[in-house]
């Protein structure tokens, strides 16, 4: 196994039970129940999961899948729950002051005194986090949101890839996952700060159950892989022949239409419908929604119809198209082909010279 990708493999899951536990601290802190360390469990789950993945994947990664992402998420989404709806017992003031920590060079003094070497080191460490805890609550749970999106686009560029995903699907894939982690992040944040609708517990667990909803795109990368479909019976149909020829294609169009941008119009709309709550900021999001659904329909009409096109000029040709995957197929031959003849090209002046001899 290389070093590299063991240590990859390692110091990107140590960095989600860091956050896991983190989460789970500030909720035993806001409940003021020491019960809810329990939650901190959930990570054996994930380190049962590094050790299945360091024996028989070698740290490497999966096909479509990433476990690694979807168990970093089943460990920390519950804390935020509990956060959210927790959330507005304690109130930041607007002042600047009120989200900074307030640690004064007098605090650290005082904890040396009387302390040397690693007692000192402990002791102003204990000051630093019970200063940390001074801090609101509100602050916190955005902090925690914040943290939590961006180690889901940081850890995936972490974790090892496996041998089915290219570098440059990679980069594709996290390009896409900060745009949906800023959209997400604004859905849950910008939406439970309405105060209609912090005031509303159904409310409030319906946002947050579509936020997670619209969480479990990160560990899939269908996003950016075709796939692959042998030449068989079953593959001969018009449904199985579109799914595996556009196969990515539709997988961000069903994602933006059912995950992310469908689910988050229709809880806006309900709101400006059924609740009549209105700000500049939701009415914005929403027609940003409506476009983006409008565009993905556009899209998939687009697919089809180049589709259809396909078969239609096939079948007049009496060409029967036996694999799905015959575009990508073709682009491979045709690669292979401009291979040859770059090779033939280079060849042909070496062919020229020792010939030239000859004909004196």
Known sequence: MELIVLLNALVTRLLFVLHSVIGVWRVTAVKKDSKYWLLALLNLLLCLETGLTLKFKQGRGYKWFSPAIFLYLICTVPSLWLLEIHHGTQHCGNEPEAVQVNVSNQDFNQSRDGTHGSEGIIQTAKVFVNQLSTICETVWTLALHQTFLLLLVVGRWLLPIGVEITRDQLSQ??????????????????????????????????ILAVWTWSMLQFPLDLAVQHIGCKPTASTRRIPSLLLCRYSAELWNIGVSLFIQDGPFFIVRSILMGHFRIFNQMLVFFTAKNILVVTLQLYRLAV?????????????????????????????THAVADQDNEMKEFVAFPQKKETQAPSKD
């Open 173 to 206: 894939l996290l390009l896409m996952f900060v745009g949906t982690a800023a959209d997400t992040l604004e859905f849950a944040s910008e939406t439970l700060d309405i105060a209609e609708v912090r005031n509303n517990y159904t409310l409030v667990n319906a």
């Open 303 to 331: 697919i089809t119809l180049d589709f259809r096109a396909t078969i239609l000029q096939k079948s007049r040709k009496g060409e029967v198209s036996c694999c799905p995957c015959e575009p990508y197929e073709a682009h």
